[in-house]
């Protein structure tokens, strides 16, 4: 079983910055692909960013240019480095992992931008 933990989100203003955290319990070399999705009340989930194992990236246009997806395999961590954050960017956020065809989720993390 494949456990993965978010920790990072919090309040900040907008323009400010924030930077997701996501442990898993394996190495994340085993996973076909990692990635941030959130979901804002009343909305449906949705991604906000990927990483294949290969190391290829992909993001929503909404974040395009402010975040940045990337991991570290040594701590088998993936991280979402979040800028110029506005007030559209409050979610939930989750971690993802894709392997095989079987999705795992972390708890997700709340981020809100509000002055």
């Known amino acids: 079983q494949v456990r993965l933990v978010e920790s990072g989100g919090g309040l900040v203003q907008p323009g400010g910055s924030l930077k997701l955290s996501c442990a898993a319990s394996r190495s994340i070399f085993s996973f076909d692909a990692m990635g941030w999705y959130r979901q804002a009340p009343g909305k449906e989930r949705e991604l906000v960013a990927r990483?294949?194992?290969?190391?290829?990236?992909d993001y929503a246009d909404s974040v395009k240019g402010r975040f940045t997806i990337s991991t570290d395999n040594t701590k088998n961590t993936m991280y979402l480095q979040m800028n110029s954050l506005k007030p559209e960017d409050t979610a939930v956020y989750y971690c993802n992992a894709v392997n095989w065809g079987a999705h795992y989720w972390g708890q997700g993390t709340q981020v809100t931008v509000s002055s």
């Open positions: 990483i294949t194992n290969g190391g290829t990236t």
